[in-house]
């Protein structure tokens, strides 16, 4: 099986290297990856600030868990709080992000043929002590999540952290699993019908940008 991390990549504003297409391609064979330096540190600075602004402006919630009239908040299972982006109206400092996930998306769409028909995401911030229990990204009854993509904010993550995504690589064996770090302009991106995973926890605030690539409702 080919080495699902990719190298570590230059900054993809550079000009110099394009991680879509590695990352398409991983998506296609073992179905997981790491790329590091998705986005510079500039563009991750920023999106970084703007999460914090809204973060101050009293913009986030405690994240739920379910679907539709079974939403619930389950503190014992996931304790970050969420602020979805309005896909209408982004930011600024979005474009970037989501000008890369709309060419990932169209690769896919291509290469795979997944019908991806949009994108959908919140930025996440994990307080303190908070986590992520092991779970799947489709809640009962709801089938449209196909690609997760988790883009990490804090430029300066060390590895007493906390906060790593684990990801169960193989999900009938429990120790087949990799420790992904939520390094500032790291993504991870995984087929969400495929690997369970958790977030460890965070021993100090954790900023990121999560999302799905989703079929039409
Ligand atoms: O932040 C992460 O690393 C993963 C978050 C996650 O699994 C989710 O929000 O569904
Ligand atoms: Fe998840």
Known sequence: MPDPQLPSQPAAGDGTADPVGPIAAALAGPGWC??????????????AAECQALWEEGGFR???????????????????????????APAPALRPYLERIERLRLAL???????????????????????YARHMDNFEGARHRLVTCVLY???????GD?????????????????????????LAA????????????????????????????
């Open 162 to 186: 906390g906060g790593e995504l684990r990801l169960y690589t193989d999900g009938e064996d429990p120790t087949r699993r990799v420790d992904i770090e939520p390094r500032g302009g790291t």
């Open 62 to 88: 405690h994240a739920r868990i379910g679907v539709g009239a079974n939403l619930r908040l389950r503190p014992e299972i996931r304790s970050d709080r969420v602020h979805w982006i309005d896909p209408a």
């Open 109 to 131: 769409n291509e290469s795979l043929w997944l019908g991806l028909f949009e994108f959908e995401g919140f930025f996440a911030v994990y307080p303190p002590g908070s986590f």
């Open 190 to 217: 995984f087929l969400s019908e495929r690997f369970p995973h958790e977030v460890l926890p965070a021993r100090r605030d954790r900023l990121s940008l999560t999302g799905w690539l989703r079929l039409r409702d």
């Open 34 to 47: 790491v790329a590091e330096a998705f986005l510079s540190p500039a563009e991750t600075g920023a999106l």
């Open 153 to 159: 904010l804090n430029g300066d993550w060390a590895p």
